[in-house]
T-cell receptor
């Protein structure tokens, strides 16, 4: 079945780079997404990547996609305390009607 | 600013007492979604509307219903809340020509006593 897996926790120091990893199962997904959720808030779309791309860069964010291994990563350069949040990876379901989310990676940034 | 609004932000209801959560959007998106998110878990899709067409997920309990009277508004009705229904409920919208890029409201935290 469709599934998205993420590691649950990541702890980094302010100024370091953070890399959050995700694996997905549906190779036909046309888009893959990264969302950010701060405490008590809804999900905020950070970035997405088309399945025919290997990499997408958007300011401090870099998304890498390895379709062969069904592996997606989000790199945050110069991580700040304000980046502390839960990061969700998501793929489109096979019916193309909804998103399937991973359980989220909690990023903790210490100063 | 265009946005997705959820009311109330916090809702307390009693076991078995019906409750309605509301969502409105100014994005004019044709798709609206309701997700349930329990602590430390991924958001779980309950159902979605594509325009007026209602699409229920196979594992969504009958206790959960939804209404979409117009493009802007969508409601989640929980007919007889149980303790296990305590969660954050997230509303989201998308436009079908944008590859399911979803915009989320801030959520309603439901407590069942």
């Amino acid at each position: 079945g469709e599934d998205v897996e993420q590691s649950l926790f990541l702890s980094v120091r302010e100024g370091d780079s953070s890399v959050i990893n995700c694996t997905y199962t549906d190779s036909s997904s046309t888009y893959l997404y990264w969302y950010k959720q701060e405490p008590g808030a809804g999900l905020q779309l950070l970035t997405y990547i088309f399945s025919n791309m290997d990499m997408k860069q958007d300011q401090r964010l870099t998304v890498l996609l390895n379709k062969k291994d069904k592996h997606l990563s989000l790199r945050i350069a110069d991580t700040q305390t304000g980046d502390s949040a839960i990061y969700f990876c998501a793929e489109i379901n096979q019916a193309g009607t909804a998103l399937i989310f991973g359980k989220g990676t909690t990023l903790s940034v210490s100063s | 600013d265009a946005m997705v609004i959820q009311n109330p932000r916090y809702q307390v209801t009693q076991f078995g007492k019906p409750v309605t959560l509301s969502c409105s959007q100014t994005l004019n998106h044709n798709v609206m979604y309701w997700y349930q998110q329990k602590s430390s878990q991924a958001p779980k899709l309950l159902f979605h509307y594509y325009d007026k067409d209602f699409n229920n997920e196979a594992d969504t309990p009958d206790n959960f219903q939804s209404r979409r009277p117009n493009t802007s508004f969508c409601f989640l009705d929980i007919r007889s809340p149980g303790l296990g229904d305590a969660a954050m409920y997230l509303c989201a919208t998308s436009s079908r020509d944008r590859g399911l890029e979803q915009y989320f409201g801030p959520g309603t935290r439901l407590t069942v006593t």
